[in-house]
């Protein structure tokens, strides 16, 4: 059976800091990975998606997450961040897309001024 | 615009009483689905539909139901049975026809116990 777990339930950086939100998959085939964005009180949002084309994946708002197979995680990573980056964030694991799709816990990034 | 509405956005229930969220979607997408979200649980899945007049149950079924009667509406009443029914419920959508679609949600409705 296909899981996702994210380590940390909260992160907190600076503002302009290094931002890096961890995923690891448990899956017995190559998966489909998301990464979504939710800010207080509203639904998700796509970031990017991994569909095997390429093992770095680049997302809305600068962000982007590396595929690594041996590692079994897909790590989300923003090179400097914003106040606006603020928000929870999940990573998520499908096999045949829709129902299938597995969400983690959830991260939730604090960014200090 | 497209996109899905919920409402209402807040939404209290008293002991014994059914209420239904309501979940409309203009993107003319086949696949309609509810999600609950607790604290530090992330999403679990209630029930989903792929096609009208069709819908199976999820992760977490019990205490809930729902219809699928049009292709644009998936409303999701949660019974008198559902004995903890406080979280963040969120519906979405997606086309329905390709295993790496993305979901598309909601703003979500708030759901307390009074």
């Known amino acids: 059976a296909q899981s996702v777990t994210q380590l940390g339930s909260h992160v907190s950086v600076s503002e302009g800091a290094l931002v890096l939100l961890r995923c690891n998959y448990s899956?017995?085939?190559?998966?489909?990975l998301f990464w979504y964005v939710q800010y207080p009180n509203q639904g998700l949002q796509l970031l990017l998606k991994y569909t095997s084309a390429a093992t770095l994946v680049k997302g809305i708002n600068g962000f982007e997450a590396e595929f690594k197979k041996s590692e079994t995680s897909f790590h989300l990573t923003k090179p400097s961040a914003h106040m606006s980056d603020a928000a929870e964030y999940f990573c998520?694991?499908?096999?045949?897309?829709?129902?299938?799709?597995?969400f983690g816990a959830g991260t939730r990034l604090f960014v200090k001024a | 615009d497209g996109g899905i509405t919920q409402s209402p956005k807040y939404l209290f229930r008293k002991e014994g009483q059914n209420v239904t969220l309501s979940c409309e979607q203009n993107l003319n997408h086949d696949a309609m689905y509810w999600y609950r979200q607790d604290p530090g649980q992330g999403l679990r899945l209630i029930y989903y539909s792929q096609i009208v007049n069709d819908f199976q149950k999820g992760d977490i079924a019990e205490g809930y139901s729902v219809s699928r009667e049009k292709k644009e509406s998936f409303p999701l009443t949660v019974t008198s049975a559902q004995k903890n029914p406080t979280a963040f419920y969120l519906c979405a959508s997606s086309p329905g026809d390709s295993y790496d679609e993305k979901l598309f949600f909601g703003s979500g409705t708030q759901l307390s116990v009074l």
């Open positions: 998520a694991v499908s096999l045949t897309g829709g129902f299938k799709t597995i």
């Open positions: 899956s017995s085939v190559p998966p489909y």
